[in-house]
């Protein structure tokens, strides 16, 4: 689990030191053109032709987008390591797994409990930790009713479905906010820009100047856009599997409590025998 959020921050920082080092040397003057004037290419021509050009570097797009472009780019790297992470965390492997489940088949039939709360100790997976608290509570408890130790199942087998939807929330709360600070961007840039030009007589330049500045200020809202769209898509994704994982829980969990409560009916057979 550890290695993986390792992993996922190790790609991420891997990402950023790229796009700056893309950014630093595309603003680096070539040596001919520090040594003489070159001709521009066709290429670069039309990227003065393109006013939106440099929007797709850092600095071109802190300049037009304003002040909300800060956030809009924590946001867009939250949103990033958010899938990258749940893509490596929320698998069956962390939740329920064969090789677990084959274990605790075995050793609740041996009625070997101990030996069972070792092996949930040693895995990290949501069974595990219901299955522990299970057979803490029935091996601190001997004289407690398999209805007793069934509750406690059950309040930790819903706090586990809890814990997992709660993760993946935060990617549709990353989706839900990214184009409410977009729209934010977008009415401050165009409050900034009816300002300036209040105080300017009405003409052609000004009235371009107005278009210009609304155009800019709706960056904020494509920007917004660009990074909840992917948030709210992954975050769909994400809910259908963790709702797919959690049956899959509690199908394991029913029938791990099958299994005890066939050993308690026959250890109750066995004490009404003697």
Do not use: W
């Not at 993946?168 to 409410?180: K, Q, T």
Request: hydrophobic share 50%; with cysteine; glycine share 8%.
């Amino acid at each position: 689990m550890h290695r993986k959020i390792l992993f996922a921050l190790a790609v991420l920082v891997a990402l950023i030191f790229t796009m700056n080092l893309n950014n630093a040397q595309a603003q680096q003057p070539s040596p001919a053109a520090r040594g003489a004037t070159v001709t521009p290419a066709p290429a670069a021509a039309a990227a003065e032709d393109n006013p939106y050009g440099d929007v797709l570097t850092f600095q071109g797009f802190v300049k037009r987008t304003g002040v909300m472009a800060y956030p809009l780019i924590i946001l867009s790297m939250i949103a990033f390591f958010m899938i990258v992470l749940f893509g490596f965390t929320v698998r069956q492997g962390t939740v329920v797994s064969d090789a677990f489940m084959n274990s605790a088949d075995a050793l609740i039939r041996k009625q070997d409990y101990l030996g069972l709360l070792a092996v949930c100790n040693r895995r990290n997976e949501c069974i595990a930790r219901i299955t522990s608290k299970t057979l803490d509570f029935a091996t601190r408890n001997p004289t407690a009713s398999f209805e007793e130790v069934k509750e406690v199942t059950e309040a930790e087998g819903n706090r586990q479905s809890s814990l997992l939807l709660a993760r993946i929330a935060y990617l549709g709360d990353v989706g839900a906010i990214a184009p409410m600070l977009g729209l934010l961007g977008t009415t401050l840039g165009m409050i900034t820009t009816f300002h300036e030009i209040s105080g300017k007589g009405v003409g052609g330049s000004n009235q371009l100047g107005l278009a210009q500045g609304v155009s800019e200020a709706l960056l904020c809202t494509a920007s917004g856009l660009v990074i909840g769209i992917p948030s709210l898509m992954f975050y769909a994704i994400f809910r259908g599997k963790t709702n797919r994982l959690i049956s899959e829980m509690e199908a394991a969990t029913t029938h791990l409590m099958a299994l005890l409560a066939v050993q308690y009916k026959r250890a109750a057979r066995a004490v009404g025998g003697q």
